[in-house]
């Protein structure tokens, strides 16, 4: 779950509606809605709960004026018309307030996909749960450049003799001894820790029964590195799926560090109150929201997607909501598709990835009334 980051990274400040603004690309096209295959059976159950929860989060900084994907301004009128546009006429709302956008028409887009996974934890370590879900350590500290007057993206780091030096790697960090106190919960397996990394948010269930929601808290800046290409470009495995990944571990568990060690970034957690949670802080839904890079596409715009489930080969053609990102989730249109929780959506996600076409609804001009108490 990337720009992907970069405004931020996986969890990053919310953009739709809110965060860094960004411009469309004279390489994106404008299209007609018939041309989006698939647009006029297109059920949109699920859809407009989702918009107006990106809704709820919108704020001024996210859409400058000439960014071109609409006004502050012009969203907040849309928003309030979506509220009060009947499920029934949801199709008619859009095709007259919006214009579809490909989004790079000329090169062919990836989507993979996520899930949100639900492992057995505990809230105190013991030899069957050795594996510690660390949170954020009180040593790390983050930087933002323009405090000092110099562009660039967030630092983060940790102090050594007076000096802001990188903050430790995956390997440093793993082997860093800690209690319950400086852990939120203990897990059975570092491969159930690492996918969990993988994903960014998931549930565990204790031995009683009880469910605890985690999510993203934060990473330690180091980049990000896909397993599976080290495993492809090593000889290791020639397909790349989790599933081709999870058995090579299986047969091989005398490497799991080493390889879980090829990607330096690590990925800190914190308690949520639900399931899923986006990088723009609102709950994610299976099939509808999307990942994507927000320095190309703002967070909470719609976004219609025309691919193919990998898994089951059939047409995946329909209007999402762009509401989250990912570390490895970069450039035009790439896409990661959140596929539900559990072991069902495990396996459509392990499996997904396929080529496919982008395209973002943006505002047309609209008249925007002027809001009472002249604000």
Aim: net charge negative.
């Amino acid at each position: 779950m990337n720009s992907t980051f970069k405004c931020f990274v996986l969890v990053a400040t919310s953009l739709f509606i809110a965060g860094c603004a960004t411009t469309t690309s004279h390489l994106n096209k404008p299209v007609s809605f018939a041309d989006l295959n698939g647009w006029s059976d297109q059920p949109l159950d699920l859809l407009k709960p989702s918009l107006l929860n990106s809704c709820a989060v919108l704020r001024e900084d996210t859409f400058a004026d000439e960014s071109g994907w609409g006004t502050y301004k012009q969203w907040r009128y849309l928003c309030k018309e979506l509220a009060q546009t009947p499920e029934r006429q949801l199709r008619s709302f859009f095709e007259h307030n919006f214009t579809p956008m490909q989004i790079a028409p000329n090169q062919k887009g990836l989507f993979t996909g996520y899930y949100s996974p639900v492992i057995a934890g505990s809230l105190t370590t013991s030899d069957y749960y050795p594996v510690p879900l660390r949170t954020l350590p009180e040593d790390m500290i983050k930087v933002r450049p323009s405090d000092f007057n110099v562009s660039g993206k967030e630092l983060i780091g940790q102090v050594q003799n007076g000096y802001l030096t990188p903050y430790k790697d995956r390997e440093a960090i793993e082997q860093q001894l800690i209690g319950d106190e400086a852990s939120l919960l203990w897990l059975t397996s570092a491969e159930d820790k690492f996918f969990l990394q993988v994903q960014g948010s998931g549930t565990v269930q204790l031995e009683d029964g009880t469910i605890i929601h985690v999510g993203y808290a934060g990473n330690n800046g180091q980049d990000y590195i896909s397993i599976g290409k080290v495993l492809q470009e090593s000889g290791e495995l020639t397909e790349v799926s989790m599933q081709s990944i999870k058995q090579w571990l299986k047969d091989n568990p005398d490497k799991q560090q080493w390889l879980f060690n090829q990607n330096p970034r690590y990925i800190f957690f914190k308690q949520n109150d639900k399931s899923a949670i986006t990088s723009q802080g609102v709950p994610a839904v299976s099939n509808r929201t999307l990942a994507v890079d927000p320095t190309i596409v703002p967070l909470g715009m719609p976004v219609w997607l025309d691919t193919t489930l990998s898994a089951t080969g059939e047409k995946f053609r329909r209007l999402m909501v762009a509401q989250d990102t990912g570390s490895a989730i970069k450039g035009a249109a790439r896409g990661d598709i959140y596929l539900g929780i559990g072991k069902a959506a495990a396996i459509l996600a392990g499996q997904q990835e396929s080529l496919g076409k982008m395209y973002v609804l943006v505002p047309k001009s609209v008249t925007v009334e002027p809001e009472a108490g002249g604000q």
